[in-house]
């Protein structure tokens, strides 16, 4: 079970352009930066689905709970170094945390990025560190269900629960699914969710003002995307590919 939801999430993708709006977006938005440091690396529930992410614990200001599209900032990287993050702010006991998907590791033979792994977010962002981070857009409904396995969706409620996700997996494995595999595909899910609609809202921002479609650096280059942000040593190079499906700019 956790191989299937595994590859699933490690085909979360975007296009290298989709990454690079995301990074001219968060520097416009540089004058009303929020710190946080990094206080951890991907909880369970993340690396069950094979994702990997960086836990930050926002200092002062605290992000609203959902899904978030931010710009982060390694303390080694120049002014214009973000780097382009999705992730979760749960609203519960950890207010004050985000989870974030860092978009900066270029696909095998593409012209798509993919989220860090643990190493090269070990090398980049080290416990302790402090990062700055730009806000880009907020997916109030992150933690609902709205699109993904909508033919699943018996009771036509637009949110898919978890005895739906059970009918889906019953069919997959051939037997009954435990709440762990319940939760993990709902997380999966989730996390795909957030990739796709994030990539959209990125396009439909950077066409207006004052971008008006133009990226400012060849657009697909992926060493444009990582220049000045401290992953320019390799951090972010390929390395084992992401195959499946995923959210593309």
């Known amino acids: 079970m956790s191989l299937l939801w595994s590859r699933s999430s490690r085909g979360i993708r975007w296009s290298v352009a989709t990454a690079q709006r995301a990074r001219e977006i968060a520097l416009a938005g540089s004058d009303m930066l929020m710190r946080a440091r990094v206080a951890g690396r991907s909880p369970d529930a993340i690396r069950n689905v094979g994702a990997c992410c960086v836990r930050l614990e926002l200092l002062g200001t605290k992000l609203q709970p959902g899904g978030w599209t931010v710009g982060l900032r390694a303390p080694q990287a120049r002014g214009d170094g973000f780097v382009a993050a999705i992730g979760g702010a749960p609203g519960d006991h950890r207010r004050g945390i985000l989870d974030a998907l860092v978009m900066a590791r270029h696909c095998e033979g593409g012209d798509q990025v993919t989220f860090l792994g643990e190493d090269a977010l070990e090398r980049w962002l080290p416990l302790g560190a402090v990062v700055e981070i730009s806000p880009i857009w907020q997916e109030t409904d992150f933690f609902d269900l709205h699109r993904q396995f909508r033919a699943i969706d018996t009771d036509g409620s637009g949110e898919i629960d978890a005895a739906e996700v059970g009918q889906l997996l019953r069919r997959v494995l051939g037997e009954e699914p435990s709440?762990?595999?319940?939760?993990?595909?709902?997380?999966?899910?989730?996390?795909?969710?957030?990739?796709?609609?994030?990539?959209?809202?990125?396009?439909?921002?950077?066409?207006?003002?004052?971008?008006?479609?133009?990226?400012?650096?060849?657009?697909?280059?992926?060493?444009?995307?990582?220049?000045?942000t401290g992953l320019e040593d390799g951090c972010g190079e390929a390395s084992e590919g992401a195959a499946g499906m995923g959210g593309d700019g």
């Open 179 to 228: 709440e762990e595999q319940v939760a993990e595909a709902r997380l999966s899910a989730r996390l795909h969710e957030l990739s796709e609609r994030a990539a959209e809202r990125l396009r439909v921002l950077h066409a207006g003002e004052p971008w008006k479609g133009a990226l400012t650096a060849a657009e697909g280059s992926f060493a444009a995307l990582v220049g000045g």
